[in-house]
């Protein structure tokens, strides 16, 4: 009789002793290992300088690693970045969209640019109502928005894309109570589809609330790990704050 062994996922976002330093010499990030599996919401704490930001870019090839690699669904980003990039949707702190475009034209014209050509005007009105923008909304310039509706219309866009992975650079900074409430509820449907999520952010509380991977970075390596259901009954910030005392320790002895 043949024992059949269940298969493990296979990460959708993987970096391998990933590493950037910059010609000045400043090392951005130092062999950073991770996986972030389907269904998976990893989240990277740390603050400015911690190296959140230039994972992220590696991932995306905005930056080129010093060593190491990242990977997309298996594949290279600084290789083959434009058939990695097929497989992510990307979501920054300041969402770069056409301020004289409408909400539905934003959505429309990127939507085309990324190959679907085939989405309707209800199409872009039903995802913009699952993002939670109002419908009086929709066909309004983005140039009045605030900052919660433009990352609205950020995520509509990451939405319609269906790429298996989604990543977010500071995606609540500056957003109301609200606004992060019903971001964080989104991005609780999306791991829900099996999306796999690596957020960076400062937001410990909210980190806390939706993340089933916790880790703290800081300068360019990864201090901390674990699973958030390990961290549910310790105060998160106090734990934060003690990480990164016992690393100011080391790095100056």
């Given at each position: ?64 690693p010093t ?35 409408t909400a ?46 433009r990352q ?102």
């Open positions: 009789m043949i024992n059949e062994i269940s298969k493990q996922p296979s990460p959708m976002l993987q970096t391998n002793n990933l590493t950037k330093r910059y010609e000045d010499g400043v090392l951005a990030l130092d062999s950073l290992t991770l996986e972030v599996n389907p269904g998976e919401l990893f989240v990277m704490l740390g603050g400015n300088g911690a190296g959140k930001t230039t994972t992220i870019n590696l991932f995306l090839n905005f930056i080129e060593s190491g690699e990242a990977s997309i669904n298996g594949i290279v980003t600084h290789k083959e970045p434009l058939e990695a990039k097929k497989h992510v949707a990307f979501v920054s702190e300041n969402v770069m969209l056409y301020q004289n475009f539905i034209q934003n959505l429309d014209f990127f939507s085309k640019i990324g190959g679907h050509s085939d989405l309707s005007r209800d199409d872009y009105r039903d995802v913009l109502n699952r993002v939670g923008l109002a419908e009086d909304a929709h066909n309004k310039r983005l140039k009045g928005f605030s900052k919660g509706m609205k219309c950020g995520i509509a866009i990451a939405i319609l894309k269906d790429a298996p992975a989604i990543l977010l650079d500071e995606p609540t900074a500056g957003l109301d109570p609200k606004a992060g409430y019903e971001f964080i509820r989104l991005l609780d449907s999306l791991r829900s589809e099996n999306k796999a999520i690596l957020m960076s952010t400062h937001d410990i509380f909210r980190a806390k609330e939706i993340a089933d991977t916790i880790a703290i970075m800081d300068s360019g390596r990864m201090i901390m790990k674990e699973p958030a259901a390990n961290l549910a009954d310790q105060n998160l910030e106090e734990l934060y704050l003690q990480y990164m005392a016992g690393h100011d320790t080391k790095a100056a002895g």
